[in-house]
């Protein structure tokens, strides 16, 4: 069988490469609530930012260089977000101006007694059990959740104007309530590095606080243009346009017994020019030439192929 070369007239249609695998995410279907695409995308810089700037003031305030990485986003009740936080840890409630609901800065104590004692002039982590802080121990904690609040309003800008402040802190999770347990809150997921240690850690701020400003900085496009930008995407969409060549139809039996060096015969005349398809449609016709030291396909006739 002649196999012509990958990229020749009459090659086939291109092999399609396989799209990128996407994690499945379940949806609730009694609780439809989610964020538009673009509220994600703006909400994921900010919290970026964020990141980046807890980062910054871990590492000066620790003494130990630090990292804090964004992981995600999510709009979910406050019941379904505590449900997926571990029964004990260090929950720092915050007052948001404006709003009966408070956000939550959850962490691992354990990690946060690791921060006090590198602030305190240990060099070294050691394995903490999970605890309640003692009154010096809290207070230094409340001093860098303090920082991490102005870096949280700074990161955020105009999708959050109201002031925000330390509150107090809880040890279980199931008792704080910071909200009613249908409250929609904003919830962003991260990952804490200090020193060689990784922690999980989120933020939970009530949607009411974010969600109507996050809806001006967005504003939707006309409907009225919804034709012509739908257009104009799809011109500029791009597309496989292959050279094939009339196909030949044989038996399973055939196709199983081939061996290398057989010669399939294709009903394609070698005088005839051969067919411009993309996605399987036949546009026209076209004969192999050159442009440039590549294989080009000189367009000879086309046809209307109405779907």
Request: proline letters at 7%.
């Amino acid at each position: 069988m002649t196999v012509p070369p990958v990229g020749a007239p009459g090659a086939g249609v291109p092999v399609a490469t396989p799209s990128t695998a996407r994690a499945a995410v379940p949806y609730d279907f009694r609780r439809p609530a989610a964020l538009a695409r673009e509220h994600s995308r703006v909400l994921g810089l900010a919290f970026e930012t964020f990141a980046r700037q807890w980062g910054t003031q871990l590492t000066a305030k620790v003494r130990v260089p630090s990292q804090v990485s964004f992981e995600g986003v999510a709009l979910r009740t406050y019941d379904d977000h505590v449900s997926s936080l571990p029964a004990t840890t260090a929950m720092v409630l915050c007052d948001v101006g404006g709003t009966a609901a408070k956000a939550v800065i959850q962490f691992p104590a354990a990690a946060a007694l690791n921060w006090v004692s590198h602030m305190l002039g240990s060099t070294s982590a050691s394995d903490v059990a999970e605890r309640r802080f003692t009154r010096i121990e809290q207070t230094l904690v409340e001093g860098l959740m303090g920082e991490a609040l102005e870096d949280l309003r700074y990161s955020l800008g105009a999708l959050l104007e109201a002031p925000l402040a330390v509150d107090e802190i809880h040890y279980n999770s199931q008792f704080a309530q910071a909200a009613a347990k249908s409250e929609l809150m904003v919830a962003a997921s991260f990952a804490v590095r200090v020193g060689d240690r990784s922690v999980p850690a989120t933020l939970a701020l009530p949607a009411d606080a974010v969600l109507p400003r996050l809806g001006d900085a967005t504003p939707p496009a006309a409907t009225a243009d919804a034709p012509a930008l739908i257009r104009a995407q799809l011109a500029e969409t791009p597309v496989d346009v292959a050279l094939r060549l009339a196909p030949a139809k044989v038996t399973p039996r055939a196709v199983m017994d081939l061996a290398v060096g057989d010669v399939l015969a294709l009903p394609h005349g070698t005088h005839r020019p051969f067919h411009l398809s993309v996605a399987g449609r036949t546009l026209g016709q076209a004969a192999a030439g050159a442009r440039g030291g590549r294989i080009a396909a000189v367009v000879v006739s086309t046809e209307e192929n109405p779907a």
